[in-house]
């Protein structure tokens, strides 16, 4: 039977319980239990509610905030675009999926090194990631940002695709405010 998620309550004055301690906890307690893959959920102790993305999204604001961001303003700013837009799901999905992928790529990597220079010291492989990433970081970047742009292609051909399925779809149903674009296209040429 798999265990239980880790119980941690949140109370009125700002502060975290965690059930399985019985002790009070900080953020980065719980920065600690994520980095150790370890299942958790948040609680507000008053009203039951799950705040446990609260919680996460608190740790990343701490941490933009600390050292080097992760998150450029750009990338920030077209995230706050998607939000209310159609396509709000299909980029929640996206990112997750592709931040999966980063990190399977990152994973078989390392399990590579470890054959090939066995798993004698976690410092070792530590120094040598850095080394590979020090020397393979350009060609890394240049790679995802090759991936991302067409990702964003990608997403940009759906959108579009959904746009003339769905135009095509309600065609036939008068709508106000909505001219099929061949009226409208019509309408353009009588007017010129």
């Known amino acids: 039977m798999p265990e239980q998620p880790r119980l941690i ?3 009125p004055n700002r502060r975290l319980y965690d059930t399985r301690t019985s002790a009070y906890i900080t953020l980065s307690d719980v920065k ?3 980095l150790a893959r370890e299942s958790f959920n948040v609680l507000d102790a008053k009203t039951s ?15 933009e905030a ?12 077209q995230m706050i675009r998607f939000y209310g837009h159609a396509m709000q799901g299909v980029l929640g999905k996206y990112l997750e999926t592709n931040i ?3 990190v399977d790529f990152q994973k078989k990597l390392q399990e590579q090194s470890q054959q090939l220079y066995g798993e004698s ?8 990631w850095s ?12 790679m995802m940002a090759t991936y991302m742009e067409q990702s964003r292609k990608m997403l940009h051909q759906m959108q579009d695709q959904l746009k003339t399925q769905t135009r095509t779809l309600f065609t036939g149903l008068p709508l106000p405010g909505f001219q099929p674009e061949a009226e409208s296209r019509r309408e ?5």
Do not use: C, W
Request: hydrophobic share 45%; proline share 3%.
């Open 9 to 11: 309550k949140k109370y």
């Open 188 to 192: 353009s040429d009588v007017d010129t």
């Open 66 to 77: 600390a050292g080097i961001p992760l998150f450029t303003t750009d990338l920030l700013a």
């Open 49 to 63: 509610e799950d705040i446990t993305r609260s919680i996460l999204l608190q740790i990343i604001l701490e941490e």
């Open 121 to 128: 010291n976690s410092q070792v492989h530590a120094d040598m």
């Open 32 to 34: 600690d239990l994520v």
């Open 100 to 102: 999966k992928s980063f």
């Open 131 to 142: 080394q590979f990433m020090n020397f393979q970081g350009p060609a890394m970047q240049t």
